[in-house]
Structures are given as C-alpha cells and as structure tokens.
C-alpha cells in the first residue's frame, strides 16, 4: 500500500495540527497504519496506532494526541494538540501487519509515506 503524509508545519507551542496519511492505488483494509516520528540524530520512534477499534500511544503524547481512521475515505488522521518543542521531528505513517507485542516497533510496517516535518517553536 502506497501512502501519503500530509499536514506537517511550523507552529507555536500550545499550538495544534492536523496531520493526515492517506492510501493511494490500494486500501487501508487489513493494516494496522501508525504514525511514529524521527527527530535528528534520533531513531523513529511510534506515537500512535488504532487497530481492533483500540487506540494505542506512546506516553510523551497521551492525552494530547488523538488517532482517527476512515476506511471509506482511506485515511488516517492525527490531531495533536498542546504541541511541545520536543514534537519536533518528521512524522510518518506507515502501513502493516504487525502481532500486538510489535504495534511499537518500526520493523513491524513495511510501508511507509514520504514523511511530514512538524515544528513546535517555544
């Protein structure tokens, strides 16, 4: 599944942005897609996931960020609100179909969309 990022920006903290990953030529339909982040000199890291109609996150973003999923439109939204400098980082969705224990790891997905740069200015 090819997919595509969208959303990223420069924004104040406290600030919000929408981020959105779409599929193109195939469907969401039967992936887990996650969102996860690199900030530089940093491994990717997971920040986000729904899959079974349950929403995982990674502790730095509860309750800040929210996960959506629209199969009909194909799409997987992220809001984060009360954004934080340390959100800084280039965000990433990507597509695959990991066991539970490996909903966290990078490895699990083997898709993935060009990614969105996100800047939280203090």
């Known amino acids: 599944v090819q997919l595509q990022a969208s959303g990223g920006g420069l924004v104040q903290a406290g600030g919000s942005l929408t981020l959105s990953c779409a599929a193109s030529?195939?469907?969401?339909?039967?992936?887990?897609v996650a969102w996860f982040r690199q900030a530089p000199g940093k491994e990717r890291e997971f920040v986000a996931t729904k899959r079974m109609g349950r929403t995982y996150y990674d502790d730095s973003v509860k309750g800040r960020f929210t996960i959506s999923r629209d199969d009909a439109k194909n799409t997987v939204t992220l809001q984060m609100n009360n954004l934080k400098p340390e959100d800084t980082a280039v965000y990433y969705c990507g597509a695959g179909r990991p066991i539970l224990s490996s909903l966290r790891s990078p490895v699990a997905y083997n898709s993935w969309g060009q990614g969105t740069l996100v800047t939280v200015s203090s």
């Open positions: 030529q195939h469907t969401f339909s039967g992936y887990t």
